[in-house]
């Protein structure tokens, strides 16, 4: 498949990558044509790996992953522009990390509204599913490096959306079909995006992001008596 | 030891219940010395179960737990008296759901203030420790009911305090060492009231509250070359 992949940073890096590793055609997009990363990255990934502004990546891409930095989306998104993104699955990757509050950082937008849903509603034709953005970027790409079992959230509008994304996680990057919760709607971004408080907070705690969440679920219970 | 319970519902009753049975005296508070929910609990429960005000529990409990309802937390606290909680461990399970925007709940403090810090702002003599407030009330008390490891948090300003509170949670209620983190400071409660967006969510998709989250820590990764 034809991917574009916005955001040159760490998370870009990765994902690109990954999916190059699997045969995917990625073109990296960045807010100008000679990025340093993009240009870098592009050079040393061979034929299948390209780059250029944000919308000539979105223009290529028939999936396109928005790993931007969550302050910065809507503008590369606009930049990418709604006609590139028109009828795609638009995987969000971003957090709306804000670090003018100081460390650890606080969310530009949360509790009653999520960056997901903001890009849904700035790009309604796009078919937005927010996913892989509770956890480190080496492991979004391979959870097999974290022993044991964990998990990672889907949410979005769209269901054939969210089985094109599922397929990617599961095929390309290694998650367990079984390690994938579909919590709703694009709306439920606002509780995985609520994720980063803590996880940030954990990052402090245990001294490094190698780590994630497992949902371990039980029975449902049995009614009282 | 001599515990007040402040709340009387699903919770304050759970946490009574157990704290009751390892051997502790527990006296229950709430609005009205003539709770129905407390009477009978308390009737029902033995020689070493009481109930009355909130300031009447409070001046009795050596470590006080509120569990009254995020939204009444302050109110409930002002009542029960800044002079029956000073130099003492108020452990705070609650979570400020704010059930007024529709369902499910959103937060009526978050992101860059919590319900912990805001306690502990209102009562700067006690002691508080935000625990427990991660999961259901059933499972607080009774981890082993819900099989594999998963994880709760602990959140305060005081270590001594916290050490305390650990021991009430490993030796009373079952957790096992391992499995209680201490995010740090107070402040980490934004972290972990902030994990009630996606618990609610999770609720949602699962169909029922019987699960929890488990941090699952690797090793902390190499430097990339």
Known sequence: MKIAVLGTGMTGIAIASKLLEKGHEVRMGSRSATNDA?????????????????????????MVFNCTSGGASLEALRAAGAQHLSNKVLVDVANPLDFSKGMPPSLSVSNT????????????????????????????????SLPGEHSIFISGN????????LEVLTRDFGW????VIDLGDISTARGTES???????????????NFNFHVVVGSPPSPKA
């Open 158 to 165: 769209d269901a054939a959306a969210k089985a094109a994304v």
């Open 176 to 179: 367990k079909p079984g390690s």
């Open 38 to 62: 993009a240009v870098k990255w592009a050079a040393a990934a061979g034929a299948k790996a390209g780059h250029g502004t944000f919308a000539d990546a979105a223009a290529f891409g028939e």
């Open 195 to 209: 994720l980063l408080p803590v996880w940030v907070r954990l990052w402090g705690a245990l001294g490094h992001p």
């Open 113 to 144: 509204d999520s960056l997901g849903e903001q890009i849904q509603r700035n790009f309604p034709e796009a078919k937005v599913v927010k996913t892989l953005n509770t956890l480190n970027c080496y492991l979004m790409v391979d959870p097999a």
